[in-house]
Every structure is written in C-alpha cells, then in structure tokens.
C-alpha cells in the first residue's frame, strides 16, 4: 500500500482520463491520493473529485505563482473550504523564485496566510519551496515561535542544511521522482538519511516523471517506482518503505485516518 501524497488531479494530463489513471495506480498498489489545488478556482473541482472518490482527499490553497493574483485572499476563504471532510490540507502554499512569477513579498504575505489557516484548523501546511531557503526557513521559523503548527516540505530538492532545519522544526520531507534522476546526487544523500518517521512519496503528476518514465506525462502510479528508488538508496525493503510511509502519512494528514 503507497500513497501518492502530492498529485494534480485536475491538471492537464491526468484529468482527462482520470478514472484509468486512478485505476493504473490502484493497479501497482498506490490506494491513496492527496490531490493538490492550486488557485482559488480550483477548489471547487479538487473537492468533488475527492468527495467522488473514497481513496481520494485534497488540499486548499494558493501555489506561490498565484500569489499575486490572490493577495486579498484573507484566513474566512480557506478555512471555509478547508471544512469539507474530504479537505485534510493546506496548500500548496510557499515561496518561489526560481520564476518569481508573483512578488515576493505577496508570496511571502500569502504563506503566513496559509500558516495561519494551519495553526487554526490543524490541517498540515503543505510547503512549496524554490530557490527561497533562507525565507522559507525563517518563516516557518518564526510562525512555529508563535504558535506550531503541522507541515511537510513537498517535492524536496533543497540542501541539507535546510532539510535539518526542517526537521528541528518537527516537519515532514516528501520526496518525488527528481531523487531518480542521475544528477540527484546531493538529494538522493538526503534521502538515504531522513528520518524514518519523517518520510513521504509523491509523483507532483503530471510533472516530474522518475526514471524509468522521464519524458512521460507522471501519474501517480509512478509512485511505486520513486518508492523503490528510495528503498534502495535506504537499504530496505520496498514493502516496508510503503508501510512507514503510509504510516507517516496517515500520523500527519490525520483528518484522512478519522
């Protein structure tokens, strides 16, 4: 049993043919999926997919390159949204600028937005991260000195350094196909040392396909093989991977469990 704790659902590539690609999926043994939304227009389509779908939750957020199109978007909108039973998260929500597509002080007023949001209802933040290390971490550093609150870095590909920092702050580190990759070495090092308790897997789909299916459209049946890949590099078993990972999920994404 694996889950796919970070997909795109209603993306172009996969919403399509959702049903097969569900069905791929539950084919190779991923039988739980967090579908991410984006941009305040999505929500509604994120939600009654997941509410359509047993295996099926989703998040509510603002990616970072919206930010600029969501700068009044306020705390009274996510957390209405975020009372769905099928919404166990917030996000994704963070700090890009590898393509600083909206301000960066919007992106960085939105994140605290979206902290704020997590602190409140105790969903876990879900962290985009590019290029913005140091104000990702004393972001989160700061808000946690106000009050904690639960988060994961999603997609990790930062250094070291950070996913210590990270993981001082009690948060949880998701890896995606890039750790497959042959220039991942410096990742695929983190990856063989993070915590076990502290671990989970996402495809991103349709983005990031791992080896063996880079230059596909990634769906979250990939899952299986980032999964492997980083059983390999820890030295266990691919069962156990899927179990703690499942395991970790469930612990963080606790309103999926109940």
Request: glycine share 8%; with cysteine; net charge negative.
């Amino acid at each position: 049993m694996l889950i796919d704790s970070h997909c795109h659902l209603e993306y172009k590539g996969l919403v399509e043919d959702r049903q097969g690609v569900l069905a791929r999926a539950r084919a190779v043994g991923v039988t739980g999926f967090l579908s991410i939304s984006t941009r305040q227009r999505e929500w509604d389509q994120v939600i009654a997919t997941a509410a359509g779908e047993e295996d099926v939750w989703a998040s509510v957020g603002i990616h970072p390159h919206e930010a600029d199109g969501h700068a009044d978007l306020g705390t009274a909108a996510l957390i209405a949204a975020s009372e769905h039973a099928k919404v166990i998260a917030i996000g994704e929500t963070g700090l890009d600028y590898y393509y600083d597509h909206s301000d960066r002080q919007t992106q960085q007023a939105l994140f605290r937005t979206h902290i704020a949001v997590a602190r409140e209802t105790g969903l876990p933040l879900i962290v985009h991260t590019r290029d913005a290390e140091e104000d990702t971490a004393r972001i989160i550093a700061e808000e946690m000195a106000r009050g904690p609150f639960p988060a994961l870095i999603h997609c990790f590909t930062a250094s070291a350094g950070f996913a210590g920092r990270m993981l001082e702050l009690g948060l949880t580190i998701s890896l995606s196909g890039i750790v497959t990759f042959k220039n991942a070495r410096d990742l695929q090092a983190i990856a063989a040392d993070l915590p076990e308790d502290r671990l989970l897997v996402e495809t991103d789909a349709p983005f990031l396909a791992p080896v063996p299916h880079r230059g596909q459209v990634c769906e979250p049946a990939f899952t299986a093989d980032t999964a492997r890949f980083v059983a390999g590099l820890r030295g266990v078993a691919p069962e156990a991977l899927a179990e703690s990972t499942t395991r970790n999920f469930f612990r963080l994404f606790a309103k999926a469990a109940a």
